[in-house]
């Protein structure tokens, strides 16, 4: 690891430790510099790395201060790191309908940029928090970078296996929420009622080349649906 | 304006004018350099601008792509620019319901850091796109910052006259998002029936100095709720 993002990570772990608030102030640059034995070079670049995910804010001729605001349960749609980070503290699993190769529709294919004869992988997953139906998730693999899935592995995290096994890292992702009502079918997968309401969530997610892999569309229980995002200022 | 994010912007129209799709390659940082007559300093940093704001993504070796996906109508989360920017091409309007000064609830006081007997702004519109319904709108501004408010001023864009006027600049917002049912006041407001979905927004806007400033809660119509949100990788 890179030491300026080894430093980021020292600091926001004390920040974590130290149950900083938002707005409560962290030591000084020159502090940062000889507390952690680094180049002002190396605080600056973890500083800058902290800002862009949200984790601090510089005011300039004031200080460094702590940027952490959620609230516990909602999750963070920013950071994809799955949903163990902010569900940290809840009981977590998944039941899986399908594993299976077919041929993509034309959505999947536009999506994914693969052809509407190229098979990919196809899951469909009941994920669970709390021993309730969190959401219906179906995703699809391109094969060209996931040429294999079995029912265990997408039992588990399938993002380790991605990670750990295929060593494919996902460098962002592109999300599109709207909201609606639930289908008869939906509303039996999620426990809930024909025509409550449903959070549909598509999401595209891309390697560090830039190519899209996992097209996935969730749909999810209302009562568990809650989110948090971080914004940017209007002033760019 | 500096230097950069002059250049920054002119990239950025650039890829608008062309019309160029995510993935599509931009020039070579070479020829950015020659095109604009900059040093390479400068162009890096305005790449880097652009990488943070979503805009485009740089690959080793490769180069620089377009990252540009979003669906005609739907509202980035991200950027708080107000709808303007991702509904340009839609009529929009605002109905204000009540501009008053009040004291600040419990929940109110909490998040703009204020006292419970120190006065603050309320603001409750009707938004509408295209003549319809899109949200229910209730925002409390910090007096502290905003002095004064009135009808005019709330009925034209609010952001504007902040900005313009009183010279506020955001730096930063935390959004919660949260789906529920609409109860028989908001359903009326919205024209829609008791018991549809809700997409209910708080959003806290904090100045450049991180002090919060305005409270919002917004009850989306379902019918109008598309949100886009472009999402960092998860390997940090």
Chains 1, 2 share one sequence.
């Not at 800002?51 to 749609?77: A, D, H, T």
């Not at 190769?101 to 098979?119: A, R």
């Not at 029912?151 to 995290?157: A, F, G, L, N």
């Amino acid at each position: 690891m890179l030491k300026y993002q080894e430093i980021a990570n020292q600091i926001e772990e004390y920040i974590r430790v130290s149950k900083l608030e938002q707005g409560e102030k962290l030591p000084s640059l020159e502090d940062l510099i000889t507390n952690y034995e680094v180049s002002k070079n190396t605080v600056i670049k973890a500083l800058s790395i902290l800002e862009k995910n949200g984790v601090i804010y510089q005011v300039r001729g004031s200080g460094i201060f702590v940027r952490r605001q959620n609230r516990k349960g909602y999750i963070n749609l920013i950071n994809n790191k799955g949903f163990t980070d902010d569900l940290a503290d809840f009981n977590l699993s998944a039941n899986v309908l399908e594993v299976k190769t077919i041929l993509p529709t034309q959505e999947v294919s536009d999506n994914l940029k693969c052809s509407l004869t190229q098979e990919v992988y196809y899951v469909k997953r009941i994920r669970f928090i709390n021993k309730q139906a969190l959401c219906i998730e179906e995703s699809y693999f391109n094969k060209e970078y996931v040429p294999y899935l079995n029912k265990e592995i997408v039992e588990d995290s399938i993002f380790h296996y991605l990670k750990e096994t295929l060593k494919l890292k996902v460098r962002f992702s592109d999300k599109y929420l709207r909201i609606g009502k639930l289908n008869q079918t939906e509303a039996s997968y999620l426990n809930l009622n024909t025509h409550d309401p449903a959070l549909h969530v598509d999401e595209l997610f891309y390697l560090m080349s830039g190519e899209p892999f996992d097209f996935s569309k969730m749909t999810y229980n209302y009562n568990h649906s809650q989110f948090f995002i971080q914004s940017s200022g209007m002033d760019k």
